[in-house]
């Protein structure tokens, strides 16, 4: 795969549409355990607590993983651990993981995890989902939930009927799975289902986030992104919205190529002010300061910043003298 389109494999989008809709997932790929949940009281990303557990996971590998802490309906506390296998490819000790996972989290923490993981790869007959072995004196069956994203291809019409976000994520990721070899078809979906949004009459922030979403996994080379871009702009300028995150690569690749400097500043610092918010006159100046090179850099990297930490942080770690 080109380097183009590697983005397609990240994980970071799939982290941030749970984060962003996780009630909403429960209630769409593990319906049963998500009816034992009282979604009137929140529900707590544990990110520290299993970054503990996970800290010598593999390296290089793409996963999407989540501790949460939610609590029943009769009022106790539960804790689940929900992991996106996103590899393409199928893993032989992927259930031995998930049973670590889940040892490593009671054994830290005294707490069992009812564990859920969301398979996204292109192989029906992979169907991981429990761990055991036995012997005439010690036995184990550790079983957990999945989810085959590849089943709903046979559900096409009721994900087009659904109104839960999860039915826009699971289309985009199978669009964008039956299209690796036909990446004008990919562009034509991508359209669709960006559209669709609206024709929804979503709220703006849903829009906006499944919107993040649907760009990032259904990547597309330069050439057929602007002319997507070209032809959704068509679209959008009947509606009030306007939407950033193609635009954002577009408008930054046009003003490179121009090689203008305060062009490039002006951009970025206007993309960084649509991402995380009003920029304290300190990151501004500082920003200033930064090469040509560096303010590519910094406009690839903001792509991906959701708060103004993010930016404080990629420029400590760029800071010039």
Same mark, same amino acid.
């Given at each position: 795969?080109?380097?183009?389109?590697?983005?397609?494999?990240?994980?970071?989008?799939? &982290?941030?549409?749970?984060?962003?809709?996780?009630?909403?997932?429960?209630?769409?790929?593990?319906?049963?355990?998500?009816?034992?949940?009282? !979604?009137?009281?929140?529900?707590?990303?544990?990110?520290?607590?299993?970054?503990?557990?996970?800290?010598?996971?593999?390296?290089?590998?793409?996963?999407?993983?989540?501790?949460?802490?939610?609590?029943?309906?009769?009022?106790?506390?539960?804790?689940?651990?929900?992991?996106?296998?996103?590899?393409?490819?199928?893993?032989?000790?992927?259930?031995?993981?998930?049973?670590?996972?889940?040892?490593?989290?009671?054994?830290?923490?005294?707490?069992?995890?009812?564990?859920?993981?969301?398979?996204?790869?292109?192989?029906?007959?992979?169907?991981?989902?429990?761990?055991?072995?036995?012997?005439?004196? $010690?036995?184990?069956?550790? &079983?957990?939930?999945?989810?085959?994203?590849?089943?709903?291809?046979?559900? !096409?019409?009721?994900?087009?009927?659904?109104?839960?976000?999860?039915?826009?994520?699971?289309?985009?990721?199978?669009?964008?799975?039956?299209?690796?070899?036909?990446?004008?078809?990919?562009?034509?979906? &991508?359209?669709?289902?960006?559209?669709?949004?609206?024709?929804?009459?979503?709220?703006?922030?849903?829009?906006?986030?499944?919107?993040?979403?649907?760009?990032?996994?259904?990547?597309?080379?330069?050439?057929?992104?602007?002319?997507?871009?070209?032809?959704? &702009?068509?679209?959008?300028?009947?509606?009030?919205? $306007?939407?950033?995150?193609?635009?954002?690569?577009?408008?930054?690749?046009?003003?490179?190529?121009?090689?203008?400097?305060?062009?490039?500043?002006?951009?970025?610092?206007?993309?960084?002010?649509?991402?995380?918010?009003?920029?304290?006159?300190?990151?501004?100046?500082?920003?200033?300061?930064?090469?040509?090179?560096?303010?590519?850099?910094?406009?690839?990297?903001?792509?991906?910043?959701?708060?103004?930490?993010?930016?404080?942080?990629?420029?400590?770690?760029?800071?010039?003298?």
């Amino acid at each position: 795969m080109s380097e183009e389109l590697s983005r397609a494999d990240n994980d970071s989008p799939w &982290k941030e549409v749970l984060e962003a809709y996780f009630p909403q997932a429960m209630q769409f790929f593990f319906p049963q355990t998500a009816a034992l949940i009282n !979604w009137q009281r929140p529900h707590e990303f544990l990110d520290k607590e299993f970054q503990q557990i996970a800290r010598d996971a593999e390296q290089g590998r793409r996963y999407a993983d989540k501790l949460v802490k939610v609590w029943q309906i009769q009022g106790e506390e539960i804790w689940l651990l929900i992991h996106v296998e996103i590899q393409a490819k199928p893993e032989d000790t992927f259930a031995a993981r998930m049973f670590s996972y889940s040892l490593r989290i009671f054994d830290r923490f005294a707490q069992p995890a009812i564990s859920l993981a969301i398979l996204c790869d292109a192989d029906f007959t992979w169907r991981p989902n429990q761990y055991s072995y036995s012997y005439p004196d $010690s036995s184990l069956d550790f &079983k957990f939930g999945i989810v085959k994203l590849l089943d709903y291809q046979n559900r !096409w019409t009721e994900l087009e009927k659904s109104d839960n976000p999860f039915a826009t994520v699971v289309m985009a990721h199978l669009k964008t799975q039956q299209t690796t070899k036909k990446l004008g078809e990919r562009k034509t979906w &991508k359209f669709s289902l960006i559209r669709r949004l609206y024709e929804l009459g979503l709220p703006e922030t849903d829009i906006r986030n499944l919107y993040r979403f649907i760009d990032w996994v259904m990547i597309l080379p330069k050439g057929l992104e602007a002319e997507f871009w070209q032809e959704f &702009k068509q679209f959008e300028q009947e509606r009030t919205m $306007s939407y950033i995150t193609t635009g954002e690569r577009i408008g930054y690749e046009r003003g490179k190529e121009e090689g203008k400097q305060e062009q490039g500043q002006t951009l970025v610092l206007r993309q960084l002010q649509r991402r995380v918010g009003e920029l304290p006159q300190e990151a501004r100046e500082r920003i200033q300061t930064l090469s040509l090179e560096q303010l590519e850099a910094l406009g690839e990297a903001l792509l991906d910043f959701t708060a103004i930490e993010d930016l404080l942080n990629w420029l400590a770690a760029n800071q010039t003298v």
